[in-house]
């Protein structure tokens, strides 16, 4: 597989392939054997000393610069990925990876379990960022990458490189960490908490049991409208729909979408239902709630990083308010005490937490000049 990479000059491959493992899960459970989906993009030098990893969001997955094969549309990240971009093809191996957990290839809940012949469903064992990273070192094993010149993730993305720095700190050379956080805080568990109620409330989620049936379609739009509300800000929202009527001249005087945000919201919650699987998104918000570096270190954050060789860009949001810049400046000071290599810009955006998937110069400009300057390192 590392001989493929290292010759096949295609933009955008999809790859799939089962490992044995085992995965050694935080909750002491063992899982395997371990489905990977992931894309790469470009190619892996002679020394093998270009790879980058790009981790995913909540609701990403592995096309981060490739058309989707559900939805039809853009990669997530086309932005920042691609030739002539920040993250380049033409400099880089570039490497992402549908997490554990998800529904597009790898390992989750809606895949067969080989014991049983039928959908893991809620047998599927409860899992942890740390957990996500472990599987994905287990592909990298395979794939011959021994150290990363890169980790690069936004949200749920940057947990996880901030996961690979505490637990390979011998495996990466740069971090960067973008609108994200080192713990989920009380408000984004009981945001996450909302979403789950919504879907476990609906009588077609039948306790996780509804593969080969109707999916709990309305409890998992729910969720997302919930929760698509935390990734953008009031200032965003108000520039973008005020109060202003969706295609009516007057109020209903009823419960249809009299505004325009009420109609945005349940169109992002229909089209969510069509590329996502609700026990994914009932495991991955789980595994992100449980998120907390500092637990696994005495609650000291800095030691976390105590061993770590990384040197790191941190990247925040003025109106982001689900991981606000606080979050950010709390991962730079554990980071200062342990000594390690750290830089930290908060930039102006009015699009909240969503502002490092939109149009962002300024950020794609410091990534650029980050790796830029971590190369031959």
């Known amino acids: 597989m590392a001989g493929r990479m290292q010759g096949d000059e295609r933009f955008g491959l999809d790859r799939k392939i089962r490992l044995l493992g085992p995965v050694k899960l935080d909750s002491g459970a063992e899982f395997a054997p371990i489905d990977?989906?992931?894309e790469t993009y470009g190619m892996l030098n002679a020394e093998k000393s270009n790879a980058?990893?790009?981790c995913h969001a909540l609701t990403g997955d592995q096309y981060v610069a490739s058309t989707h094969p559900v939805t039809g549309k853009n990669g997530w990240w086309t932005r920042m990925v691609g030739p002539d971009k920040p993250i380049d093809p033409a400099r880089y191996c570039i490497i992402s990876i549908n997490v554990m957990g998800s529904c597009m290839g790898s390992s989750g809940p809606a895949s067969i379990d080989p014991s049983?012949?039928?959908?893991?469903?809620?047998?599927f064992p409860v899992i942890t960022i740390p957990d996500m990273v472990r599987a994905q070192a287990i592909l990298l094993d395979?794939?011959?990458i021994e150290t990363l010149a890169a980790v690069v993730g936004g949200s749920m993305g940057g947990m996880q490189a901030l996961s690979w720095a505490a637990l390979y700190p011998d495996r990466v050379r740069s971090a960067v960490v973008i609108a994200s956080t080192a713990r989920h805080s009380a408000q984004n568990i009981a945001f996450h908490e909302v979403g789950r109620q919504a879907i476990m409330a609906d009588p077609r989620w039948n306790n996780g049991a509804y593969y080969g049936r109707e999916a709990p379609a309305s409890g998992l739009a729910v969720a997302r409208m919930?929760?698509?509300i935390t990734y953008l800000s009031e200032a965003g929202l108000t520039e973008k729909f005020g109060r202003r009527l969706q295609?009516?001249?007057a109020k209903s005087f009823g419960f249809d979408a009299d505004f325009q945000v009420e109609s945005y919201?349940?169109?992002?919650?229909?089209?969510f239902v069509d590329r996502f699987d609700a026990n994914s998104y009932l495991y991955i918000t789980r595994a992100m709630d449980y998120f907390d570096l500092a637990d696994m270190h005495e609650g000291v954050l800095a030691k976390a990083f105590a061993a770590t060789k990384?040197?790191?860009?941190?990247?925040?949001f003025d109106s982001d308010w689900l991981y606000p810049t606080a979050e950010s400046r709390r991962i730079v000071h554990a980071l200062n005490a342990a000594g390690a290599a750290a830089s930290f810009i908060e930039l102006s955006s009015p699009f909240g937490h969503d502002s490092f998937l939109l149009d962002a110069p300024e950020m794609n400009r410091i990534v650029d000049g980050f790796l830029r300057a971590g190369e031959g390192q």
């Open 36 to 38: 990977f989906a992931y």
């Open 52 to 54: 980058i990893l790009i």
């Open 116 to 123: 049983t012949g039928g959908a893991y469903g809620m047998a």
């Open 142 to 144: 395979h794939l011959g």
């Open 226 to 228: 919930a929760a698509h």
């Open 247 to 249: 295609n009516r001249d």
């Open 265 to 271: 919201l349940r169109y992002q919650g229909l089209s």
């Open 310 to 316: 990384s040197r790191f860009c941190l990247i925040s």
